[in-house]
């Protein structure tokens, strides 16, 4: 079992930028693959970025490429969303989300066990 909190979300202008921050913290001696989901008001929940553990490969929604960047620090168990660029159809509230891999193909699956409780992103226009 792992445990994930996200912090940094907010309000900011369009145009603007914020960066999120999830902290891993429970299980041990288990890698993860980790993402960035996100859900906007009466819409489904849509894949946003994930990072894999070993070589730090990335994997973007088309409305992610170019403006978001997913990093990690894995001796601080943390993953980062630094969102540029912001619109306000980015806002949504974000979740970090971890799957147990180890290579590095699990960036290409959306099947993840683990969800943070999420933070609100709010882009005004």
């Known amino acids: 079992q792992v445990q994930l909190v996200e912090s940094g979300g907010g309000l900011v202008q369009a145009g603007g930028s914020l960066r999120l921050s999830c902290a891993a913290s429970?299980?041990?001696?288990?890698?993860?693959?980790m993402a960035w989901f996100r859900q906007a008001p009466g819409k489904e929940r849509e894949f946003v970025a994930a990072i894999s553990w070993r070589t730090a490969i990335t994997n973007y929604a088309d409305s992610a490429k170019g403006r978001f960047t997913i990093s990690r620090d894995n001796a601080k168990n943390t993953v980062y969303l630094e969102m540029n660029s912001l619109k306000p159809e980015d806002t949504a509230v974000y979740y970090c989300?971890?799957?147990?891999?180890?290579?590095?193909?699990?960036?290409?699956?959306?099947?993840?066990?683990?969800w943070g409780q999420g933070t609100q992103v709010t882009v005004s226009s």
């Open positions: 989300a971890a799957q147990p891999c180890s290579g590095d193909g699990c960036v290409f699956s959306y099947e993840y066990p683990y």
């Open positions: 429970g299980r041990t001696g288990v890698t993860y693959a």
